[in-house]
C-alpha cells in the first residue's frame, strides 16, 4: 500500500521538496564570501633581502626612486649602443624587495661621492599596480628600511586624463607640457637647487590639483609626509606622460579579460615600455644635475633589474583585487577630488 502524502499530519520533510543542493550552493558562496574577505584583509607580505652591503649603511641618506615606465623609457635613452645586452659595472651593495617571489624594487647605494646616494628601479608588478594596499606596503617597506633624508621621485602621469587649471587651459605650454613636477613639503627648502632648475625648463610646469597622485607615487607621498617622524622626508616628484597608449588595454589583455587575448599574457610582461625622446630626457637630467650621472654609471644593473621583474611578473598574487568585467577598459588611475 503506498502511502498518500496529503494524509500527513505535518509538513513533508524538506528533502522531498526540494533538492539539498541550494543548502551546498549557499555555502560555497558563504565561503568563498569569506576567503575573500580573508584575502583582502591581509596585509601584503613585502621581503627584503640584502644581496650585499650592510643594511645600516642604506639609511639616512638621499634616494633616488625610478619607478615604472618612466625608469625604464629613461634608463634605455641613458644607455650607450649594445650596453642593454651587459651589466659589467663594479659590484655596489643592493638591497631587493619582493612581494610573492616578484622583485618589486631593486635599492643599490652608491658610496663613492662626495655622500652617499640611494637609487632605487622600482617595476611594480601587476598585482601590486591593482592593488593599493600592496602599493602602500612597498613604500613602507622602502621607508622602513632606508629612512631616507630627501626623495626624489620619477614616474608617470596620463596627460589624456590630466586636468589643466581653468586658467592654462589656453596656454600651450602647460597644455603641452612634457614635465610636471610636486614638492611637499611646499616651502622646498631641501630642494631649492633642483626646483631653480625646474623652473627654468619650458617643458615643465607643475602637477595640480584636482589631480592626485595614485598607486606607488602616491604611497611614496603618503609615506614621506603623512607618517612618523622617523619615516618623515621631503619629496620632490618628476612626471613625464606616458608613452604607451591609454587606457591600459593592455593590463587587461594580460589578464586575459578581453576577448580574442588569451595568448597575450605570456609575452606581455617580458615587453620594454618604448625609448623615451632624447630631448625629454635631457630635461630630466638636467633636473637631476650630479645625479643623473650617477644614475647612468649604473644604468645597465638597473635596466636588469627592470627586465628580470617583468620575467617573474607572471600568474595572481595575494595582492591583488578583483579584476573588472570582461571587455572593460580602464586607465592608469589618475583620481580626481
Request: charged share 20%.
Amino acid at each position: 500500500m503506498e502511502f498518500d502524502h496529503f494524509l500527513r499530519d505535518g509538513p513533508p520533510p524538506r528533502h522531498q521538496l526540494e533538492s539539498d543542493s541550494d543548502d551546498s550552493d549557499v555555502e560555497a558562496a558563504s565561503h568563498a564570501a569569506s576567503s575573500r574577505a580573508s584575502t583582502l584583509g591581509q596585509v601584503p607580505l613585502v621581503q627584503s633581502v640584502l644581496r650585499s652591503g650592510n643594511l645600516e649603511d642604506f639609511q639616512k641618506c638621499p634616494l633616488i626612486l625610478l619607478e615604472g615606465e618612466a625608469a625604464e623609457s629613461y634608463l634605455q635613452a641613458l644607455l650607450p649602443s649594445g650596453a642593454a645586452s651587459s651589466a659589467d659595472a663594479p659590484a655596489v651593495p643592493t638591497l631587493e624587495l619582493t612581494l610573492d617571489g616578484v622583485t618589486q624594487a631593486l635599492i643599490i647605494l652608491l658610496d663613492e661621492l662626495p655622500s652617499k646616494l640611494l637609487i632605487a628601479m622600482c617595476t611594480p608588478s601587476k598585482a601590486l599596480r591593482n592593488s593599493p594596499r600592496a602599493a602602500a606596503a612597498l613604500s613602507r617597506r622602502i621607508f622602513q628600511e632606508t629612512l631616507p633624508t630627501s626623495v626624489i621621485l620619477l614616474s608617470s602621469y596620463n596627460a589624456g586624463t590630466y586636468i589643466e587649471n581653468a586658467e592654462h587651459e589656453d596656454d600651450s605650454s602647460y597644455t603641452g607640457a612634457t614635465l610636471r613636477y610636486l614638492v611637499q613639503p611646499n616651502n622646498g627648502e631641501t630642494f631649492s637647487p633642483v626646483l631653480e632648475r625646474i623652473r627654468k625648463l619650458p617643458v615643465a610646469r607643475p602637477f595640480d590639483v584636482p589631480n592626485v597622485l595614485t598607486g606607488v607615487p602616491g604611497s611614496i607621498v603618503s609615506q614621506a609626509v603623512m607618517h612618523g617622524a622617523e619615516s618623515r622626508a621631503d619629496v620632490l616628484v618628476l612626471l613625464t606622460p606616458y608613452l604607451t597608449l591609454q587606457p591600459h588595454a593592455s593590463f587587461y589583455q594580460q589578464q586575459g579579460e578581453v576577448e580574442g587575448a588569451d595568448d597575450v599574457g605570456s609575452q606581455a610582461p617580458t615587453l620594454a615600455p618604448p625609448i623615451m625622446p632624447l630631448p625629454q630626457a635631457k630635461s630630466i637630467s638636467t633636473v637631476l644635475g650630479s645625479h643623473a650621472h650617477s644614475i647612468v654609471s649604473r644604468a645597465p644593473m638597473l635596466w636588469h633589474a627592470a627586465r628580470h621583474s617583468r620575467k617573474q611578473d607572471s600568474g595572481p598574487s595575494t595582492a591583488e583585487v578583483p579584476r573588472p568585467r570582461k571587455g572593460r577598459l580602464a586607465g592608469d588611475g589618475n583620481m580626481y577630488l
